[in-house]
């Protein structure tokens, strides 16, 4: 079976941001697609700058109880899912981070 080069972020609380990027850009240049998993707290990332640069990173997921009105359009670059769905694709993800 190959490996699963897929590291999962769960975005959970507040202050973060700087080091989601980081993690994030390193994994990316390292090979690994990086999946965002935000809810409740961590939903504040999204107001910072630099927040859209990670959606060309990563592929993002928005709990949609805490998503902001912005990212519930069709056309945004962050899906939005259930919270079962959210912690579902998290699990699925070969290398887990939660902070």
Do not use: W
């Amino acid at each position: 079976m190959a490996p699963n080069y897929e590291l999962g972020i769960l975005v959970n609380s507040a202050g973060h941001f700087d080091t989601v990027f980081k993690l994030t850009q390193a994994a990316a240049d390292q090979g690994f697609q990086v999946c965002l998993h935000i809810q409740g707290q961590g939903a504040a990332i999204m107001n910072r700058p630099g927040f859209e640069a990670l959606s060309y990173i990563a592929r993002v997921e928005i709990c949609e109880n805490d998503a902001p009105e912005i990212f519930q359009r069709p056309d945004a670059r962050c899906k939005t899912v259930s919270a079962q769905t959210l912690l579902e694709h998290f699990g699925k993800c070969g290398r887990q981070l939660v902070l």
